[in-house]
């Protein structure tokens, strides 16, 4: 028996959620690589940045390092986003310069950090509820199963064989959507905890250059 005559076998309801599944994958692997190019970008634009703002800063060149900042070709830098909000921060309150660079660098960390996990929800409950939504399916594939069994009033392996297999159709696929989804939702993690420690190390940095010129 084929997917073909398992799927014409399938009740409308087993459809129903097959179609779910379907989509619920879609959006794994959309979320997925939207999140992955956004992160090589962040990597590769924070690798050209760093050292570029720590030679500025270095040299006593302020403008020359918010002008870096500022600059569109670090768009997707985290790091970048983390020491213009510490530089604006000095614009603010000149009177308390580092506490205001603090905070500011808090604001902005906070904010970047929850644009970087724009979508992660999404893998989260995908990843957790497919395996659910295929034994769904599974359960009414053999419901199905057995009401036709009871119609048609044939019992024996050969006659439930196929109901089962149509059935066992769902918890497969749910796992096949699942799996890979919690794979993507735990790569990404980690990704995502290091960009945080990336952003707490420049944080630190930065409040460091401006105790010291205070």
């Known amino acids: 028996m084929d997917f073909l005559e398992l799927w014409e076998q399938m009740g409308i309801s087993v459809k129903i959620l097959m179609f779910v599944l379907v989509i619920m994958s879609m959006a794994s692997v959309g979320v997925f690589f939207e999140r992955l190019f956004t992160f090589i970008q962040a990597t590769n634009q924070s690798k050209l940045f760093a050292p570029q703002v720590a030679k500025h800063l270095k040299d006593g060149k302020l403008k020359e390092a918010i002008s870096v900042s500022q600059s569109k070709d670090y768009r997707y830098s985290h790091l970048g986003k983390v020491v213009l ?27 970047t950090s929850s644009d970087l996990k724009r979508g992660m929800g999404i893998l989260a409950t995908i990843g957790s509820t497919a395996v659910f939504v295929g034994l769904l399916a599974t359960t009414l594939g053999v419901i199905n199963a057995f009401q036709g069994i009871a119609a048609t009033g044939s019992g024996g392996l050969g006659a439930v064989s196929g109901g089962i297999s149509e059935a066992l159709v769902g918890t497969a696929i749910g796992l096949f959507v699942a799996i890979p989804a919690v794979w993507f939702f735990n790569y990404l993690t980690g990704r995502l905890e290091y960009f945080a420690v990336e952003m707490d190390n420049s944080s630190s940095e930065l409040v460091d250059y401006f105790i010291k010129k205070s």
């Open 85 to 111: 909000a510490g530089h604006s921060g000095v614009d603010l309150h000149k009177d308390d310069v580092v506490d205001s660079v603090h905070r500011a660098i808090q604001r902005a960390a906070a904010l």
